[in-house]
């Protein structure tokens, strides 16, 4: 950064000595031109006159060649000074940040093993830590699935329970029903052979005496 | 009335029609009592009645005839009925011989009032006094098949 501020400085300090220089050329350039314009136009002056003239101007010229050089044996000067002094800068300014890079560098390797430890230590008791959880979060789960089993098989048996009951009252009642129909299906059959068969296969005397027989048996009971 | 003179008029009282027979006899001789002319009481005791019946009825009316055979119609009521469901159609015979055993087996004359229904098989269903018992053969069956059904039922755990 401190680097770039000084190459930028010296940049600016020679373009400052380019531009002094292209003025000089200018100015130079324009007086020489004023002098051919108010020298030309009288076409019969003095040979001595011209001569004066020309020697002014190779003067003036002379100067501003003088005046140019010493620009840019100074230009020069400045830019290698610049240029060694931007080396020297360079040099320190690497020194500095070498010895700057070997400091943080030291610092950084010293953070990082610190903060590598801090980690290694902190993981370790996250590691215990997830362990005892994960042991603790396992105890409850057994418990709870212990548990919910229990429930569930105590519900499951009541549920069971109540199945079996129920369907045993069903099939109770079925049976008493189906044993219903079977009393009645034989009290028909019975009522059929007593009718048809008994009923007309008795004699008169047959009929008789199982008449007989059978207030001898209301006599018995107390009926009669 | 003499107590003789009833059980004799009973013993022409075998069935509920005889009953009503007798009923309708002894009602005639009643309305004779006062009665002239055609319908006086020596004309119904010779035309209407049973010779049997006239013959017992007519000591009893010598003193107090109407009385006599209020007794008598009352103690006619009072007679105890035996209803009995038999199968077949019974003779004369058959009545004398039911009615028979009845005198000889209990301490009651009993009025025996006779039902024909073939569905009771054999044997009779007595009803006394609203008191009803099977004793047919029809029942006997349906109990023996019961108890066999029962056995049956047993022996499969139904």
Same mark, same amino acid.
């Given at each position: ?23 000089? *050329? ?6 020489? *031109? ?18 004066? /003239? ?16 010493? *620009? ?8 290698? +000074?610049?240029?060694?002094? /931007? ?30 430890? +801090? ?13 005892? &959880?994960?042991? &603790? ?16 098989? &105590? ?11 129920? /369907? ?13 129909? *079977?009393?009645? +299906? ?39 | 009335?003499? %107590? ?5 008029? $009973?013993?022409?009282?075998?069935? $509920? ?5 007798? =009923?309708?006899? @002894? =009602? ?7 009665? $002239? ?17 006239? =013959? ?24 105890? @009925? ?6 077949? =159609?019974? $003779? ?6 039911? %009615? ?59």
């Amino acid at each position: 950064m401190e680097l770039n501020t000084i190459a930028f400085s010296f940049l600016l300090i020679l373009c400052g000595l380019i531009g002094i220089i292209i003025a000089l *050329a200018l100015a130079y350039h324009r007086v020489v *031109a004023q002098f051919k314009m108010e020298y030309r136009v009288p076409q019969h002056p003095q040979q001595k006159s011209y001569k004066q /003239a020309e020697e002014v101007l190779d003067k003036a010229h002379k100067e501003a060649v003088e005046i140019i050089q010493q *620009a840019t044996q100074k230009s020069s000067h400045l830019i290698s +000074q610049s240029s060694r002094f /931007a080396e020297a800068q360079k040099n320190e300014i690497d020194q500095q940040m070498k010895e700057t890079g070997e400091d943080e560098l030291d610092i950084y390797v010293n953070s990082i093993k610190k903060a590598q430890e +801090q980690v290694l230590t902190a993981l370790g008791q996250v590691t215990d830590e997830l362990q005892r &959880s994960s042991e &603790s979060e396992l105890t409850k789960f057994r418990q709870q699935l212990v548990q919910s089993t229990q429930e569930t098989q &105590s519900l499951f048996m009541k549920q069971m329970q109540v199945e079996l009951t129920e /369907a045993g009252t069903s099939v109770t009642a079925y049976k008493k029903t189906l044993l219903e129909k *079977a009393d009645r +299906q034989m009290f028909t059959v019975v009522q059929q052979v007593v009718q048809e068969v008994l009923h007309k296969s008795l004699t008169k005397n047959e009929h008789e005496a199982l008449v007989i027989e059978a207030l001898e048996e209301a006599k018995k009971h107390h009926v009669i | 009335m003499s %107590s003789d003179l009833f059980t004799s008029l $009973t013993t022409m009282v075998q069935t $509920t029609d005889d009953l009503r027979v007798l =009923e309708r006899e @002894i =009602e005639q001789v009643k309305s004779s009592i006062y009665s $002239t002319g055609q319908n006086d009481l020596s004309t119904v005791l010779k035309e209407k009645v049973r010779m049997k019946v006239a =013959e017992l009825l007519t000591p009893a009316l010598s003193t107090k005839p109407d009385k006599a055979i209020d007794e008598i119609l009352t103690r006619l009521k009072q007679l105890p @009925i035996l209803r009995m469901r038999i199968a077949f =159609e019974p $003779t004369r015979s058959t009545i004398e011989h039911f %009615s028979e055993w009845l005198a000889q087996n209990t301490t009651q004359h009993w009025v025996m009032e006779l039902v024909v229904d073939p569905e009771v098989g054999g044997g009779t269903i007595l009803e006394v006094n609203g008191l009803y018992r099977d004793f047919s053969l029809k029942e006997k069956m349906a109990v023996a098949v019961q108890q066999a059904t029962q056995r049956i039922y047993t022996q499969l755990h139904v």
